[in-house]
């Protein structure tokens, strides 16, 4: 029985051992006989009795608790543990330390220090959780493990190694020095991420960037800064590399950039067979437009005309052979595969027409407004690398090619702006066309039916265009039929006329041929590009 004094110098004591202790370390101050004077448990250490004396000295009781008798399970099978063991607290200091498996309560390491006073002789039972002694270590370790392939199997290594070593260092050293060694590996380990950090990560994202499978033409690699020299120029060669890269593509077609990239395989000369649509187009009456210009005008005329139109084709998967002047030819299905080949590019075309209508809207101020005439077909032609060893050119060539570049030229005499071959027909297209004629081209012998491409099935005049198309047709039928009076009624009663230049050419055409001049046939025989 103490007084109430004592229990305040008790309390004090376990607030002094709270504020002192390690998070997670439970410590028990006890007698030689094993009362317990203070613990970072809260106050454990006694119990009051109510003796219902109003008398303030008097009137509870303060017990004692001894340490094996504690309400705290912990610590009372621990200490129960070490009185077993060596049967007094005394004999226990200054010995190794124990480890105690509690079960499903866990493991834990306790030590006991003696602590002595004006002829006062205390114990100190210090009690450490295993989880609280290894858990920083294992949970930095494991950030370590999710990083890096190489620092998992340093860091198996090293745990082992930090457990090992632990254990050592507990059976000679007191826990004081145990929590310091535990501390410095952290600290090292902590160091160590960011040492690798600094180090790979530069690295991690140049080898990304190089492992990628996109679109070569989005190959792309940024200016990083790195605390080390060598990876600060490692990263500047790529960069310079990828500018290389993304220079290179604008003068090859992408897609036969990344093949190369890809299949890191050197480019040869070569041909090869390949069924594919081919496109020419030019502005009409660029030179006349040219003369009217100052030289800057016609830059951005030209350079307007040809982005509009290559954004439109390369969104359509073509490829584009080159730019002659005004002129652009392009391909489709190789070498990147275009499923319907033949629709792509007659969509494509019609597309582009759409674009020229909303450049003229967005540049009426800068220059007159642009119209375009163009040529496609579709067949078998050499696709492949042409040229010599010292330089290539990535093209195609063959008979069709011929074909769509003197289609593209045949618009003029017919005033027409979009002419297609007859392989289109052959293979079927949804779209609105009408029938030209046929044509003995500039090189052939045999005349081919050519078709004038007009619009989308879903426009919103394809009622008025259909119409259109079949009052042409009927009357250029009429005209080879020599019904020229009759053909020429028909013409000038369609509201088409208007605006329709295939349609006023032809109706000149009828009226020359009235006139006394060269009778109208079904076959025209071109004589100039």
């Known amino acids: 029985v103490v007084s109430t004094q004592s229990t305040w110098g008790m309390e004090k004591l376990s607030s002094m051992m709270i504020s002192n202790i390690p998070n997670g370390m439970i410590a028990v101050c006890v007698e030689s006989n094993g009362n317990m004077v203070a613990s970072t448990r809260g106050n454990i250490t006694y119990k009051i009795i109510d003796t219902g004396v109003n008398d303030l000295n008097s009137d509870q009781y303060i017990i004692r608790i001894n340490v094996t008798n504690s309400n705290d399970v912990i610590i009372r099978t621990i200490s129960s543990y070490i009185l077993s063991y060596y049967g007094y607290f005394g004999n226990s200091t200054d010995k190794k330390m124990i480890s105690i498996d509690l079960g499903d309560l866990g493991k834990y390491y ?32 494991k950030k370590i493990l999710d990083k890096n392939v190489e620092m998992t199997i340093s860091a198996r290594e090293s745990i082992e190694d930090a457990k090992r070593r632990v254990d050592k260092t507990l059976s000679k050293t007191t826990l004081t020095i145990t929590l310091l060694l535990v501390s410095i590996i952290i600290i090292s380990t902590l160091l160590a991420i960011v040492v690798n950090r600094s180090l790979t990560q530069d690295l991690v994202y140049l080898t990304n960037i190089l492992a990628t499978n996109h679109d070569i033409s989005e190959f792309d690699v940024m200016k990083r800064k790195s605390r080390f020299v060598e990876l600060q120029q490692l990263s500047f060669a790529y ?32 041909l090869k067979r390949a069924d594919v649509s081919i496109l020419f187009m030019e502005i009409i009456g660029f030179t006349n437009i040219c003369q009217a210009l100052g030289i800057m005008e016609v830059q951005g005329m030209l350079s307007d005309f040809i982005e509009t139109m290559s954004n439109v084709l390369v969104e359509s998967s073509a490829t584009i052979d080159k730019y002659i002047g005004d002129c652009i030819m392009a391909f489709w299905n190789e070498p990147q595969l275009v499923q319907d080949h033949h629709k792509v590019a007659c969509y494509a075309i019609l597309r582009c027409k759409k674009a020229m209508a909303r450049l003229n809207l967005a540049c009426k101020k800068d220059y007159p407004d642009l119209a375009f005439r163009s040529g496609l077909t579709c067949g078998e032609v050499l696709v492949g690398n042409l040229g010599s060893s010292r330089r290539f050119n990535y093209t195609a060539l063959g008979d069709r090619v011929n074909i769509a570049s003197r289609l593209c030229s045949l618009n003029k005499h017919f005033s027409s702006h979009i002419l297609f071959s007859d392989d289109f027909i052959q293979r079927g297209i949804d779209l609105i066309y009408r029938y030209m004629g046929e044509v003995v081209l500039i090189g052939k012998t045999n005349p081919i039916p050519f078709y004038e491409l007009m619009s989308f099935e879903t426009d919103d005049e394809c009622s008025k265009i259909k119409k259109l198309t079949t009052t042409y047709h009927k009357c250029f039928e009429l005209a080879v039929e020599g019904k020229y009076r009759e053909a020429v009624v028909i013409m000038e009663r369609s509201d088409g006329i208007l605006y329709d230049k295939a349609s006023q050419n032809l109706l000149h055409t009828i009226k020359k041929a009235i006139a006394g001049g060269p009778s109208i046939s079904q076959i025209y025989v071109q004589s100039s590009k």
């Open 239 to 270: 960069y310079k590399f990828s500018v290389a890269l993304k220079s290179f593509c604008l003068y090859v077609p992408p897609f036969v950039v990344g093949e190369i990239f890809r299949h890191q395989k050197c480019a040869e000369l070569g």
């Open 110 to 141: 306790t030590s006991i220090t003696s602590l002595q006073h004006n002829n006062i002789e205390w114990f100190m039972i210090f009690i450490l959780p295993e989880e609280t002694l290894l858990g920083p270590i294992q949970t930095v370790l």
